[in-house]
């Protein structure tokens, strides 16, 4: 699908320049999410209707990023599914992360293991022998820097560390192939544009086994309609085996908007993000970054910012802008009138 054949589907107001926060959700996401609401004001459908939903997104996520759907788990939040990959960790791991990485990414290292931190930059020189797991965002939330992959995985394999990659800031914008990492993770509610409460983990076949499904339940089981009381436990045999009970109406939302994700293709989207964003920091004098977020350091930049009707976040000190295929040329250059 062309980008400019799908534009008709957003409704944003001029000047949301905030995806990096949350994603505005295309017509057939919002559309499914207030039919299913409908439907359970008047009780007209049964839970198995918003449940499909579930697996049609999980379908959609993997073909986003090059995976088997077998290999994809299922969440609420980052922090949920990584914990699970924390707590499994033997006593005494070393972690090492980014020192900016946003949190759902380091604290549930902390709680189970040390946690040593580098520049991001500079993380794949930090990588030694001690390192038992490297944590990093693809895409940095606070910057918009795009981490080093193949250094990082280099240096990691080299030492025989395990690889977790967050993609929350990447996915639906930046290439992204989970099958390099060992755990890859993803909020959907930033890029993705899905509603809040969804959330997929990657899982390599060969990283599972020394994994344990501390929030194991009944979506976790082998046949889940058989898997709704008594022992013994049965759980799938794939990374199913990790899926947390979906929150139903976010993934109603969720799988409209990753399957149209699917039909235009992430290097158009790519594509479009980077130029409008190129085109601010070209507008501002600053050379180009290749990134869909942009963090300046500008006084008084939020203020002209709102002033202007531009949404953007205040983050690590700096303003941080994001583009994404609803933002045109006008939005951006009504911010680069107001920073300047």
Known sequence: MDLAEALHLWEPDPGW????????PPAPAADALHQAVDQWRHGRTAWKTWDASTD????????????DPADIAIGSAVSQLLSVAAASLPPGSRVLTPDIEFTSNLFPWRVAAHVDTAPPDRLADAIGPNTDVVAFSIVQSATGQIAPVDDIVTAARDHGALVVADASQACGWYPVDATRFDILVCAAYKWLMCPRGTAFAYLA???RPRLRPYAAGWYAGAD???????????????????DLSPAWFCYVGAAPSLELLGRIGVEQIHRHNVALADRLLAGLGLPPQGSAIVAVEVPDAEKRLGAAGITAASRGGRTRLSFHLYTTETDVDRAVEALT
């Open 56 to 67: 049609r997104a999980r379908d959609a996520f993997a073909r986003l990023v090059g995976a």
């Open 17 to 24: 320049l905030n995806t990096a926060s949350y994603g505005l």
């Open 224 to 242: 889940r309609a058989a898997s709704f009381y008594g022992l013994p436990m049965r759980l799938a045999d794939d990374a199913r085996a990790f």
């Open 205 to 207: 076949p060969h990283i």
